[in-house]
């Protein structure tokens, strides 16, 4: 599924404690995720599973925004791609998620600016959540017709299934302190402090065994709604394509390019 050769869309540092910053590395499109990001993502975590020693992993994007969601003209130009072809796409962006949500270490998201659809997945998807206080969501994707699918699961854990039917059917935008209280963020602070309250959360974590943080995580998962099987990942992998397809998406993308009202049926 590549699309480009955007090598440097994510960028993996290691200091000298074990602990991995995996940056998200597209500020000029507000790190919207394409084909290239998808595949440097998993590139990225097939490196950080064959680490010795990992203690933790901290998520976060280049520039002011952390995650924008999809870059809709890569996601018009699938559109147009073979049936096969979207469900590659749509299956490696839900490896991606599932791989960090059932990352063995303990994942920290630090959020600044915009987090909207595939960007709230990827926050869902982690341990622990700091938001600075300029920090916007959005689970977006019904805004243009799409399905968010294979992110369902990881905010149903992380806000319950009663926030996720407010806000991923009315696609509206709220705030880190509203994000906070329904769950999606554990803390929030000033943009300045973003790094030092990572840091510090990093800190708490190496001071815990590390047998006992994966055990303990891994036990939590047991009774996630993200402990998908087989099949019920590769159904929610075949919505999620099948609706990038379908003449619903394909109207609310070109409002978006046109920069009007969808014209819904």
């Known amino acids: 599924m590549s699309n480009g050769n955007e090598t440097d869309a994510v960028l993996l540092e290691l200091d000298e404690r074990q602990v991995a910053s995996v940056v998200l590395n597209r500020p000029a499109v507000n790190n919207a995720y394409n084909g290239a990001l998808v595949d440097r993502m998993l ?10 020693g990992l203690r933790a992993v901290i998520v976060k994007g280049r520039g002011k925004h952390f995650q924008a969601g999809a870059d809709l003209n890569w996601i018009n130009a699938l559109r147009m791609s073979s049936p096969e072809e ?7 962006t839900a490896e991606v998620v599932r791989r960090l949500n059932r990352a063995q270490v303990p994942t920290v998201a630090l959020v600044q600016g915009a987090c909207f659809g595939g960007g709230t997945g990827l926050a869902a998807a982690c341990d622990m959540v700091i938001a600075a206080d300029d920090a916007i969501f959005s689970i977006a994707e019904v805004r243009w017709g799409l399905s968010a699918a294979i992110i369902i699961p ?5 806000i319950g299934v009663r926030q996720v039917r407010r806000y991923a059917l009315t696609g509206e935008r709220f705030g880190a302190e509203e994000a906070r209280r329904i769950g999606l963020v554990h803390q929030v602070v ?11 959360i990093v800190d708490q974590l190496l001071q815990n065994g590390p047998e006992a943080i994966s055990q303990t995580k891994m036990l ?9 099987d087989a099949a019920e990942f590769d159904r929610l992998v075949e919505i999620h394509a099948r609706k ?8 609310g993308l070109l409002s978006f390019a046109e920069k009007r009202a969808a014209q819904w049926k």
Do not use: F, H, I, P
């Open 220 to 228: 939590a998962l047991q009774s996630a709604w993200s402990d998908l």
């Open 86 to 92: 979207n469900v590659r796409a749509s299956r490696a």
């Open 43 to 52: 590139a990225v975590m097939d490196a950080l599973e064959q680490l010795g």
């Open 244 to 251: 990038r397809q379908s003449a619903e998406a394909a109207e």
């Open 154 to 158: 990881q905010l149903n854990d992380a």
């Open 190 to 200: 000033a943009l300045s402090e973003l790094e030092a309250a990572g840091a510090r």
